[in-house]
């Protein structure tokens, strides 16, 4: 890939706004969208996705576990759908939470990040709780392929602020010491850096300080897990345009009728736009 991953991002969420549509074959969606709940249902649903707004949104992002709950033939529609997905004009980040020690780790990132792998799209999300250090292949061998990660830091699910909000030594939290290595990481880079971070739109309040962040955030739980706009707005205020916030159920309920769906997804995308468009006040302090 020529351009950088924080540079062809930035591009992208002026264009196309900050939403991150996601790609979440659920059984039940599969049956609501009246599809057979096998591979070629999966595959449908998939494909109808890519059809109604992987041209629309600037990023979509599948969920590698509904694929990867089909065996191979669902990894297959995984890669196919990354990469029509691209082809559309969307970004693609793989939600695949990834995370092991170092030398698992290395075929981790091969998997989803070298430029010669079919399950490779632009970004993948990492889990860093064997270490942040132990994501290195993959923070390596993102920045070699332009591509970008996102490490979870404070998700948006209920069970996870035991272990996030959990205090080093030093007392810090266990979040803001992720935020705080993937910043390292980014720190001179522009216009941001290719290591992001995963907060939800659901945590309430931070507690973070993201202000030497310069990466993107990915802000899942957007719709059906309650986040709203004016969550993001009251977490992320002084670095909205780093935001990328993401809905998936919320959009997929409105299909299968492909009209249905983009404009479901089209009218999300709007209701974020605003977020984007803060872009010059990355680099303010929020918690
Ligand atoms: O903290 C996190 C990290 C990832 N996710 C993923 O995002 C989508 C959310 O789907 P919705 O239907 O919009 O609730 C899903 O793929 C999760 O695995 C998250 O929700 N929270």
């Known amino acids: 890939m020529s351009e950088l991953f ?11 706004g900050p939403l991150v549509a996601g790609i979440d074959p659920h059984p039940g969606l599969l049956a609501d ?3 057979p709940v096998d591979v070629d249902g999966l595959e449908r649903f998939a494909l109808t ?17 509904f694929f990867e709950a089909f065996g191979s ?6 890669e196919r759908t990354i990469a029509e997905a691209r082809a559309a004009g969307a970004l693609v980040i793989v939600d695949a939470k990834r995370g092991d020690i170092g030398s698992t780790m290395a075929a981790y990132a091969t998997a989803f990040l070298a430029d010669d ?26 920045a070699k392929t332009g591509r970008g990660v996102f490490v979870l830091a404070l998700t948006s699910n209920k069970e996870g602020p035991s272990v996030q909000r959990a205090r080093t030594p030093e007392g810090v939290s266990i979040a803001q010491s992720m935020v705080d290595s993937a910043a390292e990481r980014n720190r001179g880079a522009l216009p941001l850096g290719h290591v992001g971070v995963v907060i939800g739109a659901t945590v309430g309040e931070t507690g973070l300080d993201l202000s030497r962040l310069n990466g993107p955030v990915l802000a899942p739980g957007l719709g059906a897990q309650g986040g709203t706009v004016a969550d993001l707005r009251r977490l992320f205020g002084g670095i909205s345009g780093q935001v990328l916030p993401s809905s998936s159920r919320d959009v997929l309920r409105h299909g299968p009728d492909v009209a249905a769906l983009r404009a479901a997804a089209v009218a999300t995308r709007e ?16 918690s």
Do not use: H, I, M, N
Request: aromatic fraction near 6%.
């Open 271 to 286: 209701s974020v736009r605003e977020l984007g468009e803060s872009a010059d006040t990355a680099g303010d302090s929020v």
């Open 49 to 65: 996705c890519v059809e109604a707004f992987a041209a629309e949104v600037a990023l979509v992002k599948p969920q590698a576990a």
């Open 6 to 16: 924080g540079a062809r991002l930035a591009a992208k969420v002026a264009a196309a």
């Open 117 to 142: 792998s079919p399950l490779a799209g632009d970004a993948v999300t990492l889990s860093p709780y064997l270490g942040f250090g132990s994501l290195d292949p993959a923070l390596e061998l993102s």
């Open 33 to 35: 969208w009246g599809l």
């Open 73 to 78: 033939r669902g990894v297959a529609v995984l």
